[in-house]
């Protein structure tokens, strides 16, 4: 089964990236077939709100974005990875976040077709966060947006694992569990019904 990583820190090998290789190393020893998506290497443009994806079910948009419409479209599997920033995801993967759009318009245009989408529940979405405080609220907004880009990439939302007071480059390599937590999350999601 394809398991696609995005990797939504703009920190070459930050803490949330080390999670994300763990993670994925637990759904590759599943047996799951891993695609990596590094969003800091990508040209993704922000949202123009122009309408024409809730016409066509396109983006009018030419950039990185277009190669990565098919692969988050179809893939049975998606772990998304991020550092807090403000609260929320880092800007970098909201963007991509922002502009699947396009692909929540596709779904809702073939429905109104009549047209037959892939089960939902044979697709399933995860969330891996990293924050540097303690905040008793420090993930709700990261996990709500993660919610929302599973449902418009037609997804069930899986869950998510959060490590509070993780601020320096390669601290998770200190914490007691949370890479081990990683790959176990990894393995059992590729099980996940």
Do not use: W
Not at 68 to 76: M, Q
């Amino acid at each position: 089964m394809q398991v696609v990583g995005i990797y939504g820190s703009p920190r070459k090998g930050g803490n949330t990236d080390l999670m994300l290789d763990a993670f994925l190393e637990g759904a590759a020893a599943a047996g799951g077939d891993i695609q990596r998506i590094y969003v800091r290497d990508l040209n993704i443009k922000g949202c123009l709100g122009c309408g024409h994806c809730d016409k066509k079910g396109t983006c009018i948009q030419k950039d990185d974005m277009t190669g990565l419409y098919p692969i988050l479209e179809n893939a049975p599997r998606i772990v998304v990875a991020s550092p807090i920033y403000f609260y929320g995801v880092t800007g970098q993967l909201k963007l991509l976040i922002d502009r699947s759009q396009a692909s929540f318009m596709l779904q809702d245009l073939a429905k109104k077709e009549g047209r037959e989408l892939a089960p939902r529940k044979s697709r399933k979405g995860f969330l891996l966060s990293a924050g540097a405080t303690r905040g008793k609220r420090l993930f709700e907004c990261a996990i709500l947006t993660a919610k929302y880009f599973f449902d418009a990439l037609n997804m069930d939302y899986a869950g998510e694992l959060c490590f509070r007071e993780l601020d320096q480059r390669g601290a998770v390599l200190k914490h007691p569990t949370a890479l081990d937590e990683c790959r176990r999350a990894g393995e059992a999601f590729l099980a996940q019904d």
